[in-house]
């Protein structure tokens, strides 16, 4: 096969060399002054980035920004794209940046701490505007010890740090919090159906140490206590925010005989889709044998005709960009809560008495 040639008349794009030529100076100071990492006279770094500025050279977004053209841009950070909890975030993050005329540049991390503080130093290194963190992590100490210097270091570029749907990490860390009513949600969820006279109530998706789920657990135990009904371990069961995982709890469940459970809390919309499947191939209905409320009020709610609490995804991506460019911004250990409420459909059935 030929290979493939630039036409005669492209444009020549300039080299490091052109520059070098241009400022009258070397191929290695142009690189250190680009670099940042050369303490050069101010007139040396002058010639360099007039060099540069006349020639359009870009060897990297480094050198574009020192150049005087650095990119409008903000980077959302997400677990999937797959999600639909994720997807209707970056959807307000897009949306908002449209509007202030600013690309919107999307990373992934699969879940892996160590991938998310990598695309962090990758959208530092592009020099994005702010870098918005979206979703369920576990907060440890050695979390919060390199979110903090991230947030340092991307506030030292000009950047800044922001915690959609995550707690503060302190009160000397630059990083913004945008955060939804997680635990008030949870507990109204399931008000819900203590209201409708239910006192057995199942909850899958407990993980212990994840800051969402972690927080909806918290509201159920809550409102529990609340309704003097005696919290039972055994009522909670452990997976992910996944619909397998609703099917694969849900089904462990009744395979462990009798049924011990009138309603079910389940962590997300996800799971609860997972388990109406299980119930279903039992040959059980829902309201009718067992109720049934979810979190979220994303795909698959409504379809399954979910009781299940809103949560304002789209409004997370818009505040999460208008408070990294707002001239004022909210305190560290202040978060900025958005208001969830409950969306009643038909999956929930009032016991006698109730």
Same mark, same amino acid.
């Given at each position: 096969?030929?290979?493939?040639?630039?036409?005669?008349?492209? $444009?020549?794009?300039?080299?490091?060399?052109d520059? #070098?030529?241009?400022?009258? =100076?070397?191929?290695?100071?142009?690189?250190?002054?680009?670099?940042g990492?050369? $303490?050069?006279?101010?007139?040396? /770094?002058?010639?360099?980035?007039?060099? =540069?500025?006349?020639?359009?050279?870009?060897?990297?977004?480094?050198?574009?920004?020192? #150049?005087?053209?650095?990119?409008?841009?903000?980077?959302?950070?997400?677990?999937?794209?797959v999600?639909?909890?994720?997807?209707?975030?970056?959807?307000?993050?897009?949306? @908002?940046?449209?509007?202030?005329?600013?690309?919107?540049?999307?990373?992934?991390?699969?879940?892996?701490?160590?991938?998310?503080?990598?695309?962090?130093?990758?959208?530092?290194?592009?020099?994005? @505007?702010?870098?918005?963190?979206?979703?369920?992590?576990?907060?440890?100490?050695?979390?919060?010890e390199?979110?903090?210097?991230?947030?340092?270091?991307?506030?030292?570029?000009?950047?800044?740090?922001?915690?959609?749907?995550?707690?503060?990490?302190? $009160?000397?860390?630059?990083?913004?919090v945008?955060?939804?009513?997680?635990?008030?949600?949870?507990?109204?969820?399931?008000?819900?159906?203590?209201?409708?006279?239910?006192?057995?109530?199942l909850?899958?998706g407990?993980?212990?140490?994840?800051?969402t789920?972690d927080? /909806?657990i918290?509201?159920?135990? *809550?409102?529990?206590?609340?309704?003097?009904?005696?919290?039972?371990?055994?009522?909670?069961?452990?997976?992910?925010?996944?619909?397998?995982?609703?099917?694969?709890?849900? /089904?462990?469940?009744?395979?462990?005989?009798?049924?011990? %459970?009138?309603?079910?809390?389940?962590?997300n919309?996800?799971?609860?889709?997972?388990?109406?499947?299980?119930?279903?191939?039992?040959?059980? /209905?829902?309201?009718?044998?067992?109720?049934?409320?979810?979190?979220?009020?994303?795909?698959?709610?409504?379809?399954?005709?979910?009781?299940?609490?809103h949560? $304002?995804?789209?409004?997370?991506?818009?505040? *999460?960009?208008?408070?990294? %460019? *707002?001239?004022?911004?909210?305190?560290?250990?202040?978060?900025?809560?958005?208001g969830?409420?409950i969306?009643?459909?038909?999956?929930?059935?009032?016991?006698?008495?109730?």
């Amino acid at each position: 096969m030929p290979r493939r040639t630039a036409p005669d008349n492209a $444009p020549r794009l300039a080299t490091i060399r052109d520059v #070098a030529r241009r400022a009258g =100076v070397s191929v290695a100071t142009v690189s250190r002054i680009l670099s940042g990492t050369y $303490p050069s006279a101010p007139a040396t /770094r002058a010639k360099v980035l007039h060099a =540069v500025r006349e020639l359009d050279y870009v060897a990297n977004a480094h050198a574009r920004g020192l #150049a005087g053209v650095r990119p409008k841009s903000v980077a959302i950070v997400v677990n999937s794209v797959v999600s639909p909890h994720y997807a209707h975030v970056a959807q307000g993050v897009q949306e @908002e940046a449209a509007r202030q005329g600013r690309l919107c540049i999307v990373g992934t991390t699969g879940g892996d701490p160590e991938r998310e503080l990598a695309t962090i130093q990758l959208m530092r290194q592009e020099q994005a @505007e702010a870098v918005i963190l979206v979703g369920n992590i576990v907060a440890d100490d050695a979390y919060r010890e390199r979110m903090a210097h991230y947030a340092r270091a991307l506030a030292q570029a000009g950047s800044q740090l922001v915690l959609c749907g995550r707690p503060p990490l302190g $009160p000397d860390v630059p990083a913004i919090v945008v955060e939804y009513e997680n635990t008030v949600g949870a507990h109204a969820i399931t008000s819900h159906l203590l209201s409708a006279g239910h006192r057995r109530i199942l909850f899958l998706g407990r993980r212990t140490g994840y800051t969402t789920p972690d927080s /909806r657990i918290a509201g159920y135990r *809550a409102a529990l206590a609340e309704h003097r009904v005696p919290h039972d371990p055994d009522l909670e069961a452990d997976g992910t925010m996944e619909r397998a995982e609703g099917h694969r709890m849900m /089904r462990e469940r009744l395979d462990r005989g009798p049924r011990d %459970f009138t309603a079910v809390f389940a962590g997300n919309d996800l799971i609860a889709a997972g388990a109406r499947d299980a119930l279903r191939e039992r040959g059980l /209905r829902i309201p009718d044998d067992i109720s049934m409320v979810g979190f979220d009020d994303l795909p698959p709610a409504a379809d399954i005709d979910l009781t299940t609490v809103h949560v $304002p995804h789209e409004e997370l991506g818009r505040t *999460a960009v208008r408070l990294a %460019f *707002a001239s004022e911004k909210p305190a560290a250990l202040h978060p900025v809560l958005l208001g969830t409420h409950i969306v009643v459909r038909d999956s929930v059935h009032r016991l006698r008495g109730g």
